[in-house]
């Protein structure tokens, strides 16, 4: 299966902990794109990124998140001192085009739970 | 800025009875316009998709007609099987920025 994968697809952590997301896009997909999901809610945009660069970024927290996707591995977002409140289902996504017409291929997503 | 709104849920049908899930936009510019489809502890899937005004995506018994005159972009199917039982999203993509974005969703359940 050549889909999007990420891991950890669960993940524990208390209060004050990090937590750290992995995601590899489709072979030869270079847009990668991270969502969050917060019960029962829609998809929330968080990043969008391309081999290096972050393009857009305006859905992020200032504080605390960050996101990379290197030359090589996986793209990774980053939580840093999380609280109760990152507890989501963190989807990541891959395209082969970009906006506008780029269609979207998800990962099954990882959740995470604050303690 | 941009948004997508979606009837709310969830809708419950019985199998093979029809479907339509609302599904309009606002968006400056002519946005590229999308359903996806999650199942249970599962990512999105793209379901259809329509670039142009007038445009029909369809898939899978489903389809969705792009109206720019009243902005929507409703999804319909003629009868529906308990697999379609799923979350379905509607999202638009392209009028200036970088990301899609997503309406709430609307959860679908059809009993046997």
């Known amino acids: 299966n050549a889909g999007v994968m990420q891991n950890p697809r669960h993940l524990v952590r208390r209060r004050g902990q990090e937590a750290r997301l992995r995601c590899s896009p489709v072979?030869?997909?270079?847009?990668v794109y991270w969502y969050r999901q917060l019960p029962e809610e829609g998809l929330k945009f968080m990043v969008y990124l391309q081999k290096e660069n972050i393009i857009d970024e305006s859905g992020m927290p200032k504080e605390r998140f960050s996101a990379e996707f290197p030359k090589e591995g996986p793209s990774i977002l980053r939580i840093q001192q999380v609280v109760r409140g990152d507890s989501a289902a963190y989807f990541c996504?891959?395209?082969?085009?970009?906006?506008?017409?780029?269609?979207?291929?998800f990962g099954e997503g990882s959740r995470l739970t604050v303690l | 800025g941009d948004s997508v709104t979606q009837m709310e849920g969830p809708v419950t049908l019985s199998e093979e009875a029809f479907l339509t899930i609302n599904c309009t936009y606002t968006?400056?510019?002519?946005?590229?316009l999308f359903w996806y489809v999650q199942y249970p502890g599962e990512g999105l899937q793209l379901l259809l998709k329509a670039t142009k005004a007038d445009d029909k995506g369809s898939n899978k018994g489903f389809e969705a007609t792009y109206r720019k005159e009243t902005t929507s972009f409703h999804l319909e199917k003629g009868s529906v099987q308990v697999s379609d039982s799923a979350v379905y999203f509607c999202?638009?993509?392209?009028?200036?920025?970088?990301?899609?974005?997503f309406g709430a969703g609307t959860r679908l359940f059809v009993k046997a």
């Open positions: 996504a891959s395209s082969i085009q970009g906006p506008p017409t780029g269609e979207l291929f």
């Open positions: 999202a638009l993509s392209g009028t200036g920025g970088f990301k899609t974005i």
């Open positions: 968006a400056t510019g002519y946005p590229s």
């Open positions: 072979k030869g997909h270079s847009h």
